[in-house]
């Protein structure tokens, strides 16, 4: 079987600072990927518009100038959100939006997920100026939506997740108060996040991951395959089974591709463990699984239907932009992505991490 394709866009990857950047990009053009959003939890964050990089922070112009130079500009969208922290106001939206470089925020718990330290807490954005000229000229926040500082059994249990918890009770009070903000809930693994963004006004969407769609808190903790360790954690069979079916909901516009590929080098630590997967080079062929084991036939219209609205034309429409007209197609082959060497340290594809083989190829005619 071969799926034909418009190239596809991740609007979720992280493509760090430093060495490793142009093979991490490299391994996006080579899956079909049209274009990014590259999330700002560098180091330095990503946290002012313009101007050179500093030791606190790169400016959105001096990110983008150095994914350009390390082969992004063969994408044809590169999004570089604005990391929210204490220096944003709301000047620096009006000027982020005057001089074309800002286009999303992100909003992060502090603490509560990789270099997110810089991040201010969700109850103090409520409301404020900020959000306000954000909503006024058309700014999409991303949420990494996950209420931090909680103790173990509030963190997560069989009833309640650090995610359930905030898209029950943060979320609600930031739509009442900010009815007509543009807003991506990020990477969500729950079912109270999908309920949520589900019963929301059209411009409330959501990014899902290969790994969130596919595995089970029971597939990362059988074994401790650590690989399988990002944040959100992967949830419940229920969860799964909900984020399944807003994904194959008949001509669904607000859920799309977000892979949240994170590359780490440094996965294990001495009493830790690094959030995230690296999905680089292997997306569509996963989410091509996920779709299937969530019971697509990728063979019919309404199953490829359902992929590329997922896949290639929802993000583009969410956040404004023409689809690509440029194609590629995945092949039901196997394949095996592979470990490879960043600054002399591993990096390891989800599928290598876990020890399966993909069952779909790509090809790109171009
Ligand atoms: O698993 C994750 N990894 N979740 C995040 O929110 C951040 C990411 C990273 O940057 O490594
Ligand atoms: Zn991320």
Redesign the pocket.
Known sequence: MRLDLPRWFDLHT?F?QGSGTAHYIADHLAMGCAGVLA?P?TRPPVSRISGPTTEQAWSIESYRAQLLNAGADAFEQLIVPLYLTHDTDADMITRGVSSGLLRAAKY?PPH?????EHGVPMTEWIGSDVLRAMEDLGVILCI?GEQHGLRGPDYFDRNQTAESLFYTETMPRLVEKHPTLKIVC??ITTASAATFVRSAFDHVAATITPQHLMFTIGHLVQGLRYHL????LVKFDADRSELREAVLSARQSKFFAGT?S???TDKLTECAC????YTGGCAPQLYASAFEQAGADLSTATGQDAFSRFLCTNGPAFYGFPASEKRFALRREPSHPLPFSVEGKEVVPLPHGLGFDLDWSITIDD
């Open positions: 992280h760090r999330m939890n992060y509560g997920t990789t270099n997110s990494h990020e990477h360790y990002c944040l959100p949240d994170a590359p780490h690094a959030a995230g997967c």
